[in-house]
């Protein structure tokens, strides 16, 4: 992992941010906020309610437009111009913090909608899944540990079996960034263990920015972390580095 | 375990599907027909000749209640202005036969119909034009429906326009152009409509063979309809349109365009309205702006929901049992009529809210999946439809 060092070498910039803000009815939710994410990186994102975390993900996948600032992905793509769908399509994957499965669709379903594939509507509707469309779900459901569950309707999966099915879908996909909210919350320790493991194997081939309360979660990715706090960057660098800052302690303990 | 895979597209033309297909298909087709024409008036078996346009009627509404349920079953768009597609195609049709009347009028006026030369017409609108050709007619009876709804649709769904703001737009929608044929200079006949056809195609649309003929066309196309409705939703761009219905900002991110995926099978169903209106409109005899009327489109949310919707099967089922009853009772008790067709929804909703076929099918996921409390959350609020009633 490139992470423990604190200045890791000068990478690609795969998503950059630029003095972004964000105000609902004249509160802050982004307050000029900037922020670099590598090529090939793992950064987590941590910070106290309302610090501003969701907002971020919102404004970088095209559900919520700046007031001001510039947010670009692979350096040329200005993704406040874009909306959720070609966002999504540019490679860039979110899973939500509540998993969010569709409950009426099969397991396999679920999958099958996530496959990096055609999205027009005239390709869908003449869509046919071939055995290597096939192959590829059955190989995803290995990995994600739901190979008994397929048939399945996703609305009976328990809670974990949910996140999982989610992460499945980001991992089927096979994007360039993916943004996880709070991806172990409501996760046993084992659950989150297991989950910790999957996103450490995924980031050895693609850019992951983890945003998490589970400080011990945060710690088991050992990546660089950043800390926000009223929509702006507090601190940045490794789990060790933040977790001394007195700005950081300050703002965590509330005191 | 394997039986809601992604092999939808399978199952959803198993064997036993097109059994029961067939069986429905011969019933309709061969049997109606035959006991109609070769068994005596008076059998306990015969089909009486005043019995074929009303079935052909029941296949039209059913027809229609299929294209709502494609976009409230599973889109989960609740239009409440389907009537208004209906009425479109019907008018086309209208049109087409109108013109078919010639010098038969009673101002005899080769070319205007009655109404316009009543109302002194000088020459036939631009509108009017090429109506005398069924080919035409045809075409618009499904491009014009289709065109109103892909605009309508594609404004509406790009605004994200969605739930109950959507249903009300529909409403609204419906009754400005209630009011609008209703005006005399719109040049479609005005409160009266259009009316006194002579014949489509040729053949004396009074004769019961004609009759038998449109009650066919009814069949087969309500038949083909069908089909194509559950090849759509058999698709992946059905499975698409499910997770949509249920979790429509999830789909964007996962890069599908939610816009036009309901933009699409919004004017599909539209198109099979306008054609529904237009099978419609030479069996009962006349097509008047009464069809636009709101409570026209609330009725045909009705029949779906009571057949239960996201089925299919069920919007069909719905639609030809209250109308069965409807014929029975606006008969027998007109004046209670509205009051069963209010309580029946609020009933159906309290103890059925799957609808008929639902409920079935809701047993059957009760014994495939024991144990769970899970069955699929419904996806809009009924009250929403029940408020609009009132």
Known sequence: MNASSAPSPPGDVLLYLNGVTVSFDGFKALDDLSLVVEEGELRTIIG????????MMDVVTGRTRPDAGEVFFRGTEDLTRLDETAIANLGIGRKFQRPTVFENLSV????ELALADSRGTWRTLFARVTPERRGRIAATLQRIGLAEHGGRPAGVLSHGQKQW????MLLIHDRQLLLLDEPVAGMTDRETEETAALILDLARDRTIVVVEHDMAFVRSLAAKVTVLHEGSVLAE??????????????????R | METRSTAGEANAWSIRFWIGFALCGLVLVVLVPLLNRTVAPGSPFAVPDYLVPLLGKYLCYAM???????????AGIL???HGAFFALGGYAMGMYLMRQIGTRGVYQNPVLPDFMVFLQYKELPWFWWGFDHFAYAAAMVMLVPGVFALVFGWLAFRSRVTGVYLSIITQAMTYALWLAFFRNDMGFGGNNGLTDYKDILGFDVHQPTTRLGLY????VGLGIAYLLCRSITASKLGRV???LRDAESRVRFLGYSVTNAKAFVFTASAVLAGIAGALYVPQVGIINPSEFSPGNSIEIAIWVSVGGRGTLSGAILGAVLINLAKTWLTGAAPEIWSFFLGGLFVFSTLLFPRGIVGFFEQLRWARLWPGSSNSPPLPIDESVVAKEKA
């Open chain 1, 48 to 55: 106290p309610n309302g610090a501003g975390k969701t907002t």
């Open chain 1, 108 to 111: 396999v379903e679920n999958l």
């Open chain 1, 165 to 168: 099915l989610e992460i499945g």
């Open chain 1, 237 to 254: 660098g490794s789990v060790e580095h933040v977790q001394n800052h007195p700005r950081v302690i300050e703002v965590y303990l509330g």
């Open chain 2, 64 to 74: 229609l209640a299929l294209s709502l349920d494609l976009v409230w079953g599973y």
């Open chain 2, 79 to 81: 239009s409440l202005g």
């Open chain 2, 216 to 219: 066919l066309a009814s069949a």
């Open chain 2, 241 to 243: 349109l499910l997770a």
